[in-house]
């Protein structure tokens, strides 16, 4: 991806998007890789076409924790995949870190298609993979 920060694009959601920790906070557009670009924004159309806006809203899908964050993981000595822009966060307020498929809520049925899509475009939900973090889909290594 070069070097951490840089050859960033902007993607463009096809829905608003909403601040998960300031809903009145609302973006058409965040940075990201641009060679994922793309990819997002094919994922991003397809949960529309999926979910329809109101499910969107209700399912807190629109609600947003960031894509691009030079910094290194949490408690870790290497950089975040945030640090390229090729890892989003979504409705990190009910799928914090350290949460299970015990109680996040991307671990319910009606997240199953957000994650598929995702996983279908080349993400991986670590959710799905390592059982914590479930807010969090990154471009596969």
Not at 46 to 64: K, T, V
Request: charged share 25%; glycine share 8%.
């Amino acid at each position: 991806y070069g070097r951490e920060g840089e050859n960033q694009a902007l993607v463009r959601s096809p829905y608003l998007l909403r601040l998960d920790w300031d809903l009145e906070e609302t973006l058409w557009k965040f940075s990201a890789h641009q060679s994922l670009v793309s990819r997002m924004e094919a994922a991003l159309a397809e949960i529309l076409a999926h979910y329809g806006i109101d499910q969107i809203r209700n399912l807190g899908l629109d609600r947003f924790g960031g894509c691009l964050n030079v910094r290194l993981k949490r408690g870790g000595s290497t950089p975040s995949v945030h640090s390229w822009g090729a890892a989003g966060d979504w409705f990190p307020s009910r799928n914090q870190l350290k949460q299970t498929r015990k109680s996040a809520l991307f671990a319910k049925k009606a997240y199953v298609p957000f994650l598929n899509i995702w996983e279908k475009y080349g993400f991986m939900s670590l959710g799905r993979c390592f059982d914590f973090d479930w807010m969090h889909v990154q471009a596969n290594p």
